[in-house]
C-alpha cells in the first residue's frame, strides 16, 4: 500500500481521484504538532532547542497516519509547496519516526503547483527527500516569534496596563499605520487654485484647457495661493487673445500587469470585490484544493501563497491558444510575455497564480460556484489571459495655446486599440484627475474663442490611512513578512484592538499608539523597518543553506535579551513619563500664541499630559480628580481641514454661548458626532449634548447652528385637532416629532432645525396614514428589485425602521452605507443574501414529513444520540481548519 499525506481533506478528496486503488491518501489537517503556548517551549541555553506538542486534533490525526504508515512499502509526503508545507512533512516525518511507524517503508517528499490529474502524477513519479534548509528556516522564524512574543509580551503587560502582546512582525505593520495616523494629525491643509479656460476651436468644438504659464513662469501647483491671486490670473486670461502656439500628437503603449501574486491577489480583491485579505486567502485555497463542478472535480487554480510573476511554458502557450482564438491575432503579441518580480528575494521558482486550464471559462462556471468563488475565480482568469495579450495604443495630443501674459496647455487621450483593455483593467486606491477624450482638429497659428474663465478652489490633501491593499503592497515594498503571513498579520492587529477599521481603512486605536510608542522608545531597534527586512533576508538564506539557522538565532538573542533587562526596572510612572516627553511635540504643538499648548482648556490651571487606563492612552488632566477633562490620543487643532481629521481632532470649539458664556464644542463619540456645552469639570457634571442631524456635515457646521442643535427638543406649537403638544428633536434613532407621548420619525431631507408646526401636522398624518395601510401589523409593500439570479424569486426593497434592507423569502439584510438603493441591481442584492440563504434558506417551506415509527422512538429516547450525529455538523469546514492551523503557527 502506498501512503499520501495532504493538508486537507478537500486535498485529500481531490487527489484520490487521480491515484490508483494502490494509493491513500490522508489529510493531517494542517499543522500535526506545535510549540505549547507556555514559557520555556524554545531554550536559547540549549542551543535553541524546541520541545513540539500535539493538540488533541493533532494527536487524533497522528494516530491516524501511524496506524495506515506502519502497512504501507511507500509514503509520500504531498503537503503544500512552501516552507510552511515542507515543515508539516518534516513534523510528519520526525512523528512516524520516534512512533517506528515506517518499518522499513521508503519516505519520499512530493510538490505539485496545482492539483491536476497530470501534476499529482508527475509529483509522484519525480519524489525527493526532505528540503532541510526550507525545513531550518522554519525552524528560525517559527523561534523567533515565539521569543519575541513570549519575552517582549510579559514587559508590555506589566509596564502598560491594558495592552496586549507584541509580535515581531505584527508590530512593525502597526508601527507604519501609527505613523501614518501621526502624518494626517500633522498635517496641515494649504489652500491652492487653479484656472480653467472654456474655448472653442476654429470649428466651433468647445474644449477646456488650463492656465500653466504667467508673465514668463511656469505655474506648479501651490503657485496661486489665493483668490487674490487666482482673480488677477482670470483678468491676464480674459484680456489675452489667445491662439494655438504648438499642437504635439504621439502615440503611447500601456502594458498589462504581471500575473498575481499573493499580495497583488490580496490588493485587488480588496479594490475590486471589497474581500479582505483572510478573505481572499480563504476562497484561493478552496478553489486551489478542488471544487466539483458539476462531477468534475479538481484544482481550479494554481498554488496561492508566491511571490512569482513567473508562468510555465505549457501556462503561456494556453493563454496564447486562447487568446488568437477568441479575440483574435492582433490581440496575440508575436512573442510570450515575460515577467520578473520586483519583491524582494521572490521565489522565482514558483510560479504565479493562475487558472490551471484556460478552457474554463468564467462564463462557463457560473452556477457551479458560488458568488465570490466565481468573482475570485474570474479576477484570476482575466488577469492571467490579459497578462499575454497586446498592449493597448492612446492618440495623446498636447495643445499649447498662449498670449500676452499667460500660456495656457489642453491634453486629450483617446484609445486606438483596445488590446489587454478589453479584458481587464487593474484597479487603483486613489484615483487622479486625468484628462479624456479626444481635442477638435487644430494646427499652430489658430484663433480660440474664449468662453468662460473659472478660478478654482483647492486644498491640499494628507496622505491617505492604509486600506489592506495599501499596507500589504507598502509591507511587500519594505521586505517585510512573506506571502503566507500577510492575512495573518492584518488579522491580529484586529483581534488585539490595537487597530479598527474604518471605511476600508485602517485606524489606530488608543491602545495600538501606546504599544507603538512603547516599543519606539524602549525597543527601537526590533521595530525598524529596515531590521525586520534584514531578518527577512537572512530567513531567505537560511533556506538557501548559505547561513546556519542557530548562527541567525544567536545574532538576534543576544542583544535583545539584552534589551528586555534594561527595561527590568523601569515603573510604571517611569514609563508613562518617557511616553509622555516622546508624544509631547506630537500632541500638545505649539500654535505660535504664546500660550501654553498644554494648558488644561477646562480648568485653565490643570497641564495635560499622558495618561493610560484600562483600554489603553487618553490625555487627561493633572488637576484629577477635581477636573476630569479627557480627550483621545489626537492632536488640537483643525487638522487637514477635512470633515474627518476635524472629527478626530477633538474638541473643536465653535464660539462662547452669550447666555451661558460657556464654550460650545464639536466633538466625536462612539455614537457619532455631536455638540457639546461647556465641560465636564467636576464628577457627575453631565453637560448638555445634541447630536447632529443625518446629512449635516461636521465641517459646515456653524456656531449658530450649534445653538440651534443644543436648543432641541423644541416645542413648535399645538395640535390643531388633539390639541396635545408638538415637540422636535433628535433622539438615539433620529430626528423625531413627539406628539403627546407619541414618536414619529421626521423622514430624511426634513430640516429638524426649521420644521414649523403646519409641516409637523403634515408628516403627523402622512405616518397616520402609512400605519394604517398595515393594519397596524405588516409592513407596507416594497419596491421589486428584480428575479434572483438563480431563479429563487423576486428580491424586494424595503425601507425599515433601521434603513432599507432587502429581502427574500425570510432573508432580510440591511444595505450597508454608501450603497445607492435606487441603483441596486438583482446582482448585487443577491450577493448581500447570499449568507443568509446559506444559513437559513429563503425561507419557503419544505414539504412537512411524516412522523414514523422510528422518528416516535427516537423522540421517547432523546440520550440515545450515536456518535455521528454528533460529529456530522462540524463547526467550521475542513479548508477553513487547515487554514487556522497554518496561520496559527505563522507570524
Not at 502557450?317 to 519583491?343: F, N, Q, T, V
Not at 521572490?346 to 487558472?355: D, F, K, M, S, V
Not at 478654482?456 to 513578512?481: C, D, M, N, W
Amino acid at each position: 500500500m502506498k501512503l499520501v499525506v495532504v493538508e486537507s481533506p478537500a486535498k485529500a478528496k481531490t487527489i484520490n481521484k487521480y491515484l490508483g486503488s494502490d494509493y491513500t491518501v490522508v489529510a493531517s489537517y494542517g499543522h500535526v504538532r506545535d510549540l505549547p503556548a507556555k514559557d520555556g517551549s524554545v531554550k536559547p541555553d540549549e542551543d535553541f532547542a524546541m520541545e513540539w506538542e500535539s493538540e488533541a486534533r493533532g494527536a487524533a490525526r497522528i494516530s491516524e497516519i501511524t496506524k495506515l504508515a506502519k502497512t504501507a512499502d511507500h509514503i509520500f509526503l504531498a503537503t503544500d509547496p512552501d516552507r510552511e508545507g515542507e515543515a508539516i512533512s518534516w513534523h510528519v516525518l520526525q512523528v512516524l519516526q520516534q512512533k517506528r511507524a515506517l518499518k522499513g517503508a521508503e519516505v519520499k517528499r512530493v510538490v505539485f503547483h496545482e492539483i491536476t490529474k497530470s501534476a499529482v502524477l508527475n509529483a509522484i513519479a519525480n519524489p525527493r527527500d526532505i528540503h532541510q534548509e526550507l525545513v531550518d528556516a522554519y525552524l528560525a522564524r517559527r523561534a523567533l516569534d515565539y521569543l519575541v512574543g513570549f519575552t517582549l509580551s510579559p514587559v508590555l503587560w506589566r509596564k502598560l496596563p491594558g495592552s496586549r502582546s507584541a509580535g515581531r512582525v505584527q508590530s512593525v505593520a502597526l508601527r507604519l499605520i501609527c505613523e501614518r495616523e501621526a502624518e494626517i494629525e500633522a498635517f496641515r491643509s494649504q489652500e491652492y487654485w487653479s484656472v480653467a479656460v472654456d474655448l472653442k476651436a476654429p470649428g466651433g468644438e468647445a474644449f477646456v484647457a488650463r492656465l500653466t504659464n504667467l508673465d514668463g513662469k511656469k505655474l506648479d501647483k501651490m503657485s496661486l495661493k489665493t483668490a487674490d491671486d487666482a482673480t488677477a490670473a482670470k483678468l491676464a486670461v480674459e484680456a489675452a487673445d489667445l491662439k494655438v502656439t504648438s499642437v504635439e500628437k504621439k502615440q503611447a503603449k500601456r502594458h498589462p500587469s504581471p500575473p498575481f501574486t499573493t499580495s497583488t491577489l490580496q490588493q485587488e480583491a480588496s479594490r475590486k470585490l471589497g474581500f479582505s485579505a483572510s478573505r481572499t486567502m480563504q476562497i484561493a485555497q478552496r478553489l486551489y484544493e478542488g471544487v466539483d463542478i458539476g462531477g468534475e472535480s479538481g484544482g481550479l487554480i494554481t498554488y496561492m501563497r508566491t511571490d512569482s510573476v513567473n508562468l510555465s511554458g505549457e501556462a503561456i502557450a494556453g493563454a496564447r491558444r486562447l487568446i488568437g482564438g477568441e479575440y483574435g491575432d492582433r490581440y496575440l503579441p508575436a512573442s510570450p510575455r515575460a515577467y520578473k518580480s520586483k519583491a524582494a528575494n521572490a521565489q522565482e521558482a514558483h510560479e504565479a497564480i493562475r487558472p490551471t486550464d484556460f478552457r474554463k471559462h468564467p462564463r462557463d462556471l457560473a452556477g457551479k460556484l458560488d458568488f465570490d468563488q466565481l468573482r475570485l475565480y474570474e479576477l484570476i482568469w482575466k488577469r492571467t489571459v490579459a497578462c499575454q495579450m497586446e498592449s493597448a495604443i492612446l492618440d495623446q495630443v498636447v495643445a499649447d495655446i498662449g498670449g500676452g501674459r499667460v500660456g495656457l496647455r489642453a491634453t486629450g487621450s483617446t484609445i486606438n486599440f483596445d488590446g489587454f483593455l478589453r479584458l481587464y483593467q487593474e484597479g487603483r486606491d486613489d484615483v487622479e484627475d486625468e484628462e479624456g477624450g479626444l481635442l477638435p482638429p487644430m494646427k499652430e497659428g489658430d484663433a480660440t474663442a474664449r468662453t468662460g474663465v473659472r478660478p478654482e478652489q483647492h486644498f491640499t490633501q494628507p496622505p491617505p490611512r492604509y486600506t489592506e491593499a495599501s499596507l500589504v503592497k507598502k509591507l511587500e515594498e519594505l521586505g517585510i513578512g512573506r506571502p503566507s503571513t500577510y492575512a495573518s498579520i492584518i488579522q491580529v492587529l484586529q483581534d488585539r484592538d490595537y487597530v479598527k477599521i474604518d471605511q476600508k481603512r485602517f485606524v489606530p486605536e488608543d491602545r495600538g499608539r501606546i504599544v507603538t510608542a512603547f516599543l519606539s522608545s524602549f525597543f527601537e531597534r526590533y521595530v525598524r523597518y529596515d531590521f525586520t527586512a534584514n531578518l527577512e533576508s537572512q530567513l531567505d538564506d537560511i533556506s538557501e543553506g548559505k547561513i546556519d539557522w542557530r548562527a541567525v538565532m544567536r545574532q538576534f538573542w543576544e542583544p535583545f535579551i539584552a534589551a528586555i533587562g534594561e527595561t527590568k526596572d523601569l515603573t510604571i510612572t517611569q514609563v508613562i513619563e518617557a511616553l509622555d516627553e516622546d508624544l509631547g511635540d506630537h500632541f500638545f504643538p505649539d500654535k505660535g500664541d504664546g500660550k501654553d499648548p498644554r494648558l488644561c482648556p477646562a480648568c485653565n490651571s490643570g497641564r495635560l499630559g499622558l495618561k493610560l487606563g484600562k483600554t489603553g492612552g487618553f490625555i487627561g488632566c493633572s488637576k484629577y480628580p477635581d477636573c476630569r477633562f479627557t480627550r483621545p490620543l489626537t492632536i488640537e487643532g483643525d487638522g487637514d481641514g477635512s470633515a474627518d481629521a476635524d472629527l478626530a481632532n477633538q474638541p473643536r470649539e465653535l464660539g462662547i454661548d452669550p447666555k451661558t458664556s460657556l464654550p460650545v464644542t464639536l466633538r466625536k463619540g462612539p455614537y457619532g458626532v455631536y455638540v457639546q456645552l461647556g465641560e465636564a469639570v467636576a464628577k457627575g457634571d453631565k453637560p448638555k449634548r445634541a447630536s447632529l442631524p443625518p446629512g449635516v456635515n461636521a465641517a459646515d457646521l456653524t456656531f449658530e447652528s450649534a445653538l440651534s442643535l443644543l436648543s432641541l427638543p423644541r416645542e413648535i406649537g399645538h395640535h390643531p385637532e388633539t390639541k396635545e403638544k408638538l415637540t422636535v428633536g433628535i433622539g438615539r434613532f433620529g430626528p423625531y416629532i413627539k406628539n403627546g407621548d407619541k414618536f414619529v420619525s421626521i423622514p430624511k431631507g426634513e430640516d429638524v432645525l426649521s420644521l414649523g408646526l403646519n409641516r409637523a401636522v403634515v408628516l403627523l398624518a402622512e405616518a397616520a396614514e402609512k400605519a394604517g395601510k398595515r393594519g397596524g401589523k405588516g409592513k407596507p409593500e416594497g419596491r421589486i428589485v428584480g428575479p434572483h439570479p438563480s431563479g429563487l424569486g423576486d428580491i424586494v426593497l424595503h425601507d425599515g425602521k433601521y434603513g432599507p434592507y432587502v429581502e427574500l423569502g425570510k432573508a432580510r439584510v440591511t444595505l450597508p452605507k454608501g450603497i445607492d438603493q435606487t441603483a441596486l441591481t438583482p446582482e448585487e442584492a443577491a450577493a448581500l443574501l447570499a449568507p443568509k440563504i446559506a444559513a437559513g434558506g429563503t425561507g419557503k417551506k419544505a414539504p412537512a414529513k411524516k412522523a414514523t415509527a422510528t422518528k416516535a422512538a427516537a423522540a421517547k429516547k432523546p440520550a440515545a444520540k450515536s456518535a455521528a450525529t454528533k460529529t456530522a455538523a462540524p463547526k467550521k469546514t475542513a479548508a477553513a481548519k487547515t487554514a487556522t492551523r497554518k496561520a496559527a503557527s505563522s507570524e
